[in-house]
């Protein structure tokens, strides 16, 4: 965040007391409250979309969440003399969602489903707005696996990390193009997320770093990374790193979904998409795909220590989705 960019707030009808530094943003004191200063690195055609779908959820559902504020020429961004984008916004001093509190994760599971249930915009709004495919992103996924592969088998003298990771090499390219081929089946079968029914838009970054107790009521913010997919993008993201930190808890998984099928039930298509995306090894792609793309004259022994994590809770996520997916898998 470039300090000298709080000209820009003269853009804005808002009188500002005081400034001071924030995480990547400037805090702002105003006659409106505390405002929130910041660079916007996305696609500023994404922005109209995005207020519009905040207005939506203040509007209908019993959840907090950011504001963006125009212009006095009723922008939504403004722009430095580097050309970078800035936007202006709330701000909400509280602490973060504690998912180690087993009450409040599935309070958080509660509130994403409320978030989910009013998470439409109509049909016309999506011109030029990419809908996620779970298919081509494994595709993807696995070119770059097979390619990572291929690199370290030709690759010289190997550090401890590099032939760790070539020993679980095989066994995670295998799961990764199981998974993915198994996922084809069912998506031919019966595609139970059509895009072109409505608009709905999942938050795309629902953690607890996004989740905030403000004066005893929660708010989602950071609604940057919003994309059109399925509901089950956010569930999985949340119960992922949930479950990773449980050692893939059966009895936590399940109150887990239970709590967000209070609110929502999911589809049994739903459902076979959250497997599949819980099942392909996500982990252990990040993992290879951060050391290809980073420096490998010295690899940090906390990418072992990840490894080595993924490793030993392997088995205990297979019984995980045997379990939990039964009656799907069945």
Known sequence: MNDRAIYLLEDYDIEVQKTRKGRGCIICETDRGLLTFMEYRGNVGRLPLEKLL?????????????????????GLYVTDSDGINYILKSYHEGRECNIKDRREALEAMG?????????????????????YSPTLEYQRHNRELRHIFTYLKKRGQKQYFERR????????????????SQWEEYENLEKG??????????????????LLKVDGHWMVVHFEKWIRDSVV???????????EKNEWSIHLGRELLNAYEEVSPLTAYEYIDLY??????????????????????????RNLEKLEQVVALEKQKEIFLEEVFQKIRG
Not at 165 to 180: I, N, Q, W
């Open 54 to 74: 905040l207005e939506q959820i203040a509007g209908q559902a019993s959840i907090g969440v950011d504001r963006i504020y125009t212009t006095k020429e009723d």
């Open 111 to 131: 509130i994403m489903a409320r978030l989910h249930k009013v998470s439409f915009l109509p049909k016309g709004s999506f011109e030029n707005i990419n809908t």
């Open 165 to 180: 990771l070539m020993e679980t090499f095989p066994v995670y390219l295998e799961k990764a193009l199981s998974v993915s």
């Open 193 to 210: 997320f059509d895009p072109d029914q409505g608009g709905f838009i999942c938050h795309g970054d629902f953690r607890d770093h996004n």
């Open 233 to 243: 993008r956010d569930i999985s993201l949340f119960m992922r790193k949930l479950l």
């Open 276 to 301: 599949y995306r819980l099942a392909y090894p996500e982990k252990f792609w990040k993992i290879a795909n951060f050391y290809y793309n980073t420096s490998k004259a010295f690899i940090s022994e």
